[in-house]
């Protein structure tokens, strides 16, 4: 089990857990911008290990519909694809 996100931060929140070969997504969120990042509007967990894995996922779970936890789904799924995904 590993973060991409959401460790000692508000928001952007993904967390994967492998289980032999297959990858599991916990959330998809964003987190929005502060006066520190400037012409930035929001910012996604890093998904380089998802896009280098793709044929892995399973699913992405969702436990609650806060933005920190979904917001993130608009811009992955395109780039990972038809992925099923699962809420509470």
């Not at 994967?16 to 959330?27: C, H, R």
């Not at 400037?38 to 969702?62: S, V």
């Amino acid at each position: 089990m590993f973060a991409l996100g959401g460790l000692d931060e508000n928001g952007k929140n993904m967390f994967v857990i492998e289980v032999g070969k297959d990858i599991l997504v916990f959330e998809a969120g964003l987190k929005y911008a502060d006066e520190m990042t400037l012409g930035i509007d929001y910012i996604i967990p890093n998904i380089n290990y998802l896009k280098e894995n793709q044929k892995r996922i399973k699913a992405i779970f969702l436990t609650h519909g806060h933005e920190e936890n979904i917001g993130a789904l608009p811009d992955i799924i395109p780039i990972l694809g038809n992925i099923p995904i699962y809420e509470k």
